[in-house]
Structure formats: C-alpha cells, structure tokens
C-alpha cells in the first residue's frame, strides 16, 4: 500500500477537525454538529455524484470509482531495472542472436515488453515494431487519461455543487428575514455546502486526478525506454551505446543512483 497517498487523506480530514474544534467553546461534540447538515450533504454529495454520471455512460461512471483504488497502490516503476534488463537482452542477442530472446520473452511479466521482443524475433520490420507499440501505448495512455478525466469533473462539479447549495439556502434566507435571530444560524447552513464541495474537491478529487496522471506519466515514460531498447536491440547496436541511449531517459540523480548499484565499492 502507498502510505504517502494514506497518510495524506487521514492528515487532511485531521486538519479540517483541528480547524473545527480549535477556538470552540470547548465542547468538542457540539463543534462538530455545527458543521453537520443533511441536506446540505444531499444537495453536495448527490449533486456532484449525478452531474458526473451525467458526464458518462453507467460503466465508465463505475470504473471511475473503482479507479481510486489504484491511489493507494505503490506503482512498480523502476527505470534503471529496466534498462539493465534491456542490456542483458542485448548481449543475449549480440551473442547468440535475436532468436535466444524468445525463450526469454516466455519468463517475463511485462506483456508490453514481452510483446515487443517477440515481435523482434519474428523479423517484424522496425517501423512497423515500433507502430504497433506506440499504437498500444497511446491506446493505453487515452485510458488512463479518461480516468483522471473522471476524478477532474469530481473535482470541479464539488464546488459547483457547493455553491448551488449556498444560493438555496440563502434564497430560503432571504425569504424568511422576519426573524434576525435565525439570519446567522440559517447563513451558516448555507456555507456549509460551499465546504463540502471544497472537501470534495480539495481532500478527494483533485489529490487522486493528480497521483493517476504521476502515475501515467511514469509508465508512458517506461514503455517509452522500452521501445528505444528493443529497437535498438533490433538494429544490432552495441549494449554500452544502448545503455547511453536508455539513459537520457531518467534524470541525472537515477543515473548516479544506478551507476552506484552498478559499483558499490567505488572500485574502477
């Protein structure tokens, strides 16, 4: 599990609750009740729920919920693991050809890679390798992205929603200005539902948008240094040229960080 993405959600609720509670009256229970609202709940909530099944079809609606589980998944993205797999591919093939690579290829977990190597070993000509992986991985890439798409209407319908929320109540306010003592406790049920959508907004929606779309950016940038590598495997280009090549992928402190795995006693 990612505790980062845990430990944010659980830290955000706590500081909504320390901003509720500092500064009350001292009675912890009536400070919370006080920003408790049902219909203001129903009108946020049910609200931003409805315009966003509006926005797609039942199952895209379903899956986009079930994507928020995919948050609190540590992603198993390793640049540098990857390009040394790619090396050892290429040694294999530069000693005993592109045809060792298939057995290989049966033992591998990445479909995506395992797809690219056996279409190198069945001669498949390079534009054409290359093609159909770039096809595969915009395909990918434009589902990922429906996705986050999902978690941004979320987050811009909250406060919409929110705000919807705010003119009832001061519509039912206004119309009801007979009693100046109800005007206070009838305005803050009005702003609660501009809280809710800023919760939904800010604690939930936009936090997950944005750890998917890291996420997305991460693997398209793998497959990317994928494609290079077994194309380059494909071209018969030495191992160290490839590493170089794969290298200029990943950031200068992912190649020091390899290059220290690669030597850790500092030995020359």
């Known amino acids: 599990m990612d505790i980062a993405t845990l430990l944010g959600i ?16 001292g009675d912890v229970g009536a400070a919370l009740m006080d920003f408790v609202d049902l219909p203001s709940v129903i009108i946020t909530i049910g609200g931003t729920l409805t315009s966003v099944l509006t926005s797609c079809t039942l199952k895209e609606y379903i899956t986009g919920f079930k994507s928020m589980s995919i948050v609190f998944k540590i992603q198993k993205i390793d640049e540098n693991a990857t390009i040394q797999s790619i090396i050892e591919l290429s040694n294999v093939a530069r000693k005993e050809g592109l045809l060792a690579l298939e057995e290989i290829a049966s033992t591998m977990e990445d479909e995506f890679l395992r797809k690219g190597i056996l279409l ?37 319908m909250g406060p919409a929603w929110g705000m919807i929320g705010t003119l ?62 077994l194309l380059s495997i494909q ?25 220290a795995t690669d030597n850790p006693g500092g030995e020359e």
């Open 168 to 229: 009832i109540g001061l519509v039912k306010m206004l119309n009801n200005m007979s009693d100046p003592n109800s005007i206070g406790p009838s305005m803050a049920v009005a702003l609660l539902t501009t809280l809710y959508g800023s919760l939904i907004a800010n604690w939930i929606a936009t936090p997950i948008s944005t750890k998917l779309s890291i996420n997305n950016d991460n693997e398209y940038k793998l497959r990317q240094v994928m494609i290079e590598g």
């Open 120 to 156: 190198i070993v069945d001669g498949t000509e390079p534009d054409l390798v290359r093609d159909i992986l770039e096809t595969e991985l915009v395909s990918v890439d434009a589902r990922h992205k429906k996705l986050i798409k999902f978690w941004e209407n979320v987050a811009s």
């Open 10 to 25: 659980i830290l955000g609720f706590a500081m909504v609750i320390f901003g509720i509670i500092t500064g009350g009256t």
């Open 235 to 259: 071209a018969g280009e030495n191992p160290r040229v490839i590493e170089e090549k794969l290298k200029s992928f990943i950031s200068p402190a992912q190649r020091r960080s390899s290059e």
